[in-house]
């Protein structure tokens, strides 16, 4: 196998990294872990969906399924880490502010069980904005996709 041929080694983040990436906290961390990483260009993240989760109190008893909303910031906060582990600096001193969703749809329920896997895609990236696109997928299938608009930016600035 030449050199040019040697398949490019992708960056993965356990638990532990995911929260050294990004400054979100139970409940509202919604990655378990991030399986691949390339460079800014796209990861996966995973969110394990369990009946213990707070949200599936009213949402709906007797029928819990994943909010949409939930769906959503899981495929932000993938963005965000992959976008902050790419810069080389952390979650501690660095903010991802959500800017935009179009083109949100919900193709099926999440429930308790299932595992989301969230793919983000680069689409652009500006200064300080970057944009993605993310799929959210149970068992290799779309659940939800959407395009999301974030700036990264130093605690304190606004």
């Known amino acids: 196998m030449s050199e040019a041929e040697v398949p490019e080694k992708l960056d993965s983040a356990d638990i532990n990294r995911v929260l050294e990436l990004l400054p979100h906290r139970y409940p509202m961390l919604m990655i378990d ?10 990861a ?24 949409g909303v939930l769906i959503v910031e ?10 902050i582990n790419h810069l ?16 949100a749809r919900f193709r099926k329920p999440v429930v308790p069980g299932d595992v989301l896997h969230v793919h983000v895609t680069k689409i652009q990236s500006r200064g300080s904005v970057w944009k993605y696109h993310g799929e959210g997928k149970v068992n290799g299938q779309l659940v939800a996709e959407c395009d999301l608009g974030a700036m990264i930016a130093g605690q304190g600035t606004k």
Do not use: W
């Open 33 to 42: 872990r991030i399986i691949e990483m390339k460079s800014d260009e796209s």
């Open 44 to 67: 996966i993240g995973i969110k394990n969906v369990t009946n213990n989760e707070p949200f599936f109190q009213g949402h709906f008893p007797g029928h819990p399924v994943m909010p």
């Open 88 to 103: 080389g600096t952390s979650g501690s001193n660095q903010l991802v502010y959500f800017m935009t969703v179009d083109r």
């Open 74 to 83: 899981a495929m932000a906060q993938t963005a965000g880490a992959l976008v």
